[in-house]
């Protein structure tokens, strides 16, 4: 299954932190990394295959299609980022402060993927 780039390095990202934090005894952390890895694997199949779709229809000249389908896909990526707080879990500003408001953001958002 084709899966989307921007996903993946972000999983790589993420396998790093989490390996980093297991080491420094964050363990809270890691498990929210899991967590978000798992539910980004699945989106990042979504989006492989909204990516492949887009594909298909430029090839068959349908740009209204095309069009449509990159709108489907930054719409997407933009709610599954926010959901599951990327920014704040790849921690690139240092270490979150608020692990009580991710840990309520997580089971949110593990319940969304669930149903």
């Given at each position: ?10 999983i ?54 095309a069009?449509h ?47």
């Amino acid at each position: 299954m084709y899966v989307d780039t921007d996903v993946v390095k972000i999983i790589k990202d993420m396998e790093i932190k989490k390996h980093l934090a297991v080491l420094n005894e964050r363990f809270e952390y890691a498990r929210k990394l899991k967590q978000a890895m798992e539910c980004l694997r699945e989106a990042g199949e979504k989006l492989g295959k909204y990516e492949l779709e887009k594909k298909h229809a430029i090839e068959m000249e349908d740009y209204e299609r095309a069009r449509h389908k990159k709108n489907q896909m930054d719409e997407y990526r933009a709610y599954v980022y926010q959901n599951l707080a990327i920014e704040q879990l790849l921690e690139d500003e240092g270490v979150s402060p608020n692990v009580f408001l991710l840990s309520f953001l997580f089971q949110t958002v593990l319940d969304l993927f669930q149903k």
